[in-house]
């Protein structure tokens, strides 16, 4: 089993950032890839952000390019999310996720462990 722990959420205005981290522990051999996907109400779960573990491949959600950055800080099995210029529609529970496949993957089903997600709004 892997436990993943997200963290730094909150409420901020329009344009501004947050960094949301993702700290996974216990069987963490088995995974390759961490991502990042949120689910705002009334919708569906959607992805945002991946990368690989071992050599930081990544991929991000058209959404989000050039305003949100993926990170990960190996020695501490911590994945980050670097989120910039934040919008309204940006608010959503920000889950963190991991997957065994080595090439950072968009689909949902694609990954095995689930944190229990940290909230995100962003006022106009």
């Known amino acids: 089993q892997v436990q993943l722990v997200e963290s730094g959420g909150g409420l901020v205005q329009a344009g501004d950032s947050l960094r949301l981290s993702c700290t996974a522990s216990g069987r963490i051999y088995t995974i390759y890839t961490m991502g990042w996907f949120r689910q705002a109400p009334g919708k569906e779960r959607e992805f945002v952000a991946a990368?690989?573990?071992?050599?930081?491949?990544?991929n991000l959600a058209d959404s989000v390019k050039g305003r949100f950055t993926i990170s990960r800080e190996n020695a501490k099995n911590t994945v980050y999310l670097r989120m910039n210029s934040l919008k309204p529609e940006d608010t959503a529970v920000y889950y963190c996720a991991a997957s065994p496949i080595s090439r950072p993957q968009i689909l949902a089903r694609l990954y095995d462990y689930w944190g229990q997600g940290t909230q995100v709004t962003v006022s106009s």
């Open positions: 990368i690989n573990w071992s050599d930081g491949n990544t």
